[in-house]
């Protein structure tokens, strides 16, 4: 069993290590990254999210694992405001450090590692999507001073190209396009094309988020505080989910997966995209860096469990 597992992780450790090197090394300048970040998250990513929910299969058990997953992300919220003292000075953006997940930049990437597909992890994402762009949003809005509107966030969602990729895959998905298209004659060349453009994202993602990896020593206790807090949260959220929908729905090892590859990851990278972090941005990317790390070894453990 430890044969496969280290096929699956080593390659994640290699593009991560190798994002590192291109940083240090300055073989990507940062300009560069820009460029490439462009390319994955107004390209490759929304092509991603648009054949995940093009192709999944619409029932009960999508729509109850998006409440799930969305009611879980907002106590996780609550509970953040409620234990911010444990990361003082750095409580203000505590809470959203402990909520919601990195499923675009991340969690598509590992789960096409594991699975050799990525549309499976659009069950879980669906809600994490939703979650990250109003309850989310809006808090960390707040908490940044800045007004709080329903149109404000109506505009964050129609505008992000990621969230219209998603939402064009479930209108023509929920309403069968996806099924009839696959099942034709124009179905291979739907599937190449979509390939083409999807094939390279989780390499690219992984290089992406190595480069960007970085590690203040001066913060590693609150960092340390913070990450061990997620961990419990996400914990406890994986093991309730799970509880709730494996009981009104069969069992679904893949969705058990994907739950799990969900409650691994980090919190979202946009957290700097949509707050004046300040003096916070280092403790902000350094526990963002941290339990990237985490989200690695805890990937060799979900590796191991897909292969009992």
Known sequence: MILPVIQMVLPIVLLLGLGTVCRKKQLLRPEGLAGLKTVVGDLCLPVVLFNAFFTANYSL???LTFLAVYLGFGAALLAGFALRRLAAPHGRFFPFLLTSAEGGMLGYALYGVLMGEQSGFAAVDLGQTVFAYTAFLGALTMVDGQQVSIKGMVRNIVTNKCCIGMALGILLGAAGVGQWVLSGPAGGIVT??????????SALVLLIVGYELELDRSLLRPVAVTVLC????????LAAVSFIVFRLIPYDRSLQIALMILYALP????????????????YISTTLSVHTICTVLLFAAIAAFSLT
């Open 230 to 237: 997620r961990l419990a949260v996400m914990g406890l959220l």
């Open 192 to 201: 190449g094309a979509i390939s083409m453009l999807t094939a390279p994202t």
């Open 61 to 63: 058990s999508v729509v």
């Open 267 to 282: 919190a979202p990278f946009i957290i700097p995209l949509f707050a004046d972090v300040g003096d916070e941005g280092k």
